[in-house]
């Protein structure tokens, strides 16, 4: 078999040719750039020394928190300091509740057990991990959830009044661990101390004239006639109000003075470096806003506004348990890419999908007619086969008493296209190396405890399998 012979090239080649071609290039792209939703829907308060100080009515009665329970596997216990945390045990003294405090024991009961059925010896319940939930009959027989606790709420305190009210049965929705204490034994416990249950009583019902957020109401009267005496009152501000100064991001940009010489076309080196600076910076500045512990916005929820998913997955019921927390006017929830996605499913194996809305250009999915806006700060915990994260719902506003963005803006040296954002030229060194200073300053501010909703314990892995 003879080879065939090799043709000679009857034009230039395409390699060739592109030595003398001009390739148009694009500027540098940034994949861990983000729309930053968060930023955009968020009202912004300018702040002219860098602090802001929320002012509030007086709160006279603090809503109950969660119980810090001590777990160490093998043992798990409960310090008196506490057992203060639930209303009822806050005026008792030390001595009784270190005393309460070793009688509870702990108990451990897997997922779907009945821990009480309500009826006989009633028992007050402190979560340790795990989920219960409180379960009644209606008048007309039917089974209703009144509650369903994480770990640190308590249930079941009204065991500890001198004439208790009805217990109501207790289920275990997940494997939990539970700290225990019968009405029999605290009985024997408060035995001869009258004292310590009319404390409890008094602990469990708050001062007259107190709202649910524990806040001193003017007091009022109405629908009186004739000649009566008008009650006389005033409105007492908080004494010590929270102030919230601005967090900044910062760093050093450098650049050869030799690059923008003359490697600075077609496109110009310094504005490239900035930019991407600038827009990580910002992708830092939107993860701040969410997550730092002093000025961000999951650091500013207060306990009673968090609540548990009731089996992982994010349900319609749980974004429908939000929106009754967060009822006034909310305005948007915010979610990880994968938790909407884990909502969908949810919605879509219920046969609800959820509508579409148009804001800024862009399709967002919505919930009873409140944009669910993503964002990939809220972050993903991986362990093993379980990934959870948290959904935000919130108000927005100053006027509304709802979520607001602090900033700065007038600074020297302000990036017009940033506001809040200073650049400085900070000089050329012996290197020829020259430096720029840039700082970003921004932070949010929750106005009222009831604008902000959280759901925890949130599963983005779950999914179903349709035939």
Known sequence: MTEEPLLAPQSLSTEAARLLATTTKSAPQYIGSSPRWLVQFLPWRALEAGTFRINRLRVTAPPARLVSVIDEGAETTITAAALRSVPALQYVAAEFLETMAGAMSAEQHPAGAEVYDGEGDSPFVIVVSGKIEALDRDPHGITVRRA???????????????????????????????????????????????????????????????????????????????????PRTFVDYDHAPREIGLNLVQTVLQMHTRVTDIYNSPHDQLDQQMRLTVEGMRERQEWDLINDPHTGLLGQVTESM?????????????????????????????????????????????????PTVQLHGSPFLTWRGVPIVP?????????????????????????????????????????????????????????????????????????????????????????????
């Open 148 to 230: 369903l606790l994480g770990p640190g709420s308590h249930l079941g305190q009204e065991t500890l009044d001198a004439e208790p009210e009805p217990t109501p049965s207790i289920r275990a929705v997940t494997p939990v661990t539970l700290l225990v204490l019968t009405r029999s034994r605290w009985e024997e416990l408060t035995a001869g101390q009258e004292d310590v249950r009319i404390l409890c009583a008094n602990g469990r019902r708050p001062p007259p004239g107190v709202n649910a957020f524990g806040e001193q109401v003017p007091d009022m009267q109405s629908g009186h006639e004739g000649e009566v005496d008008v």
């Open 306 to 354: 968090r609540i548990p998913t009731r089996l992982g997955a994010p349900t319609p019921d749980d974004f429908d348990e939000m929106l009754s927390m967060v009822w006034k006017e909310p305005a948007f929830f915010l979610a990880h890419p994968r938790a909407i996605a884990a909502f969908g499913r949810e919605c879509t194996r219920r046969g609800v999908p959820p």
């Open 375 to 467: 964002t990939d700060k809220l972050a993903v915990n991986a362990r093993g086969a379980s990934h959870r994260t948290q959904v935000v719902l919130m108000r927005v506003g100053e006027e509304r008493q709802g979520v607001i963005g602090l900033h700065q803006p007038g600074l020297a040296g302000e990036d017009p296209r940033v506001p809040s954002m200073s650049i400085h030229r900070m000089g050329i060194n012996q290197q020829a190396i020259e430096s720029y200073l840039l700082s970003l300053y921004s932070s949010v501010a929750v106005m009222a405890d009831d604008a902000v909703a959280v759901l925890t314990d949130v599963e983005v892995a779950r999914y179903h399998a349709y035939e």
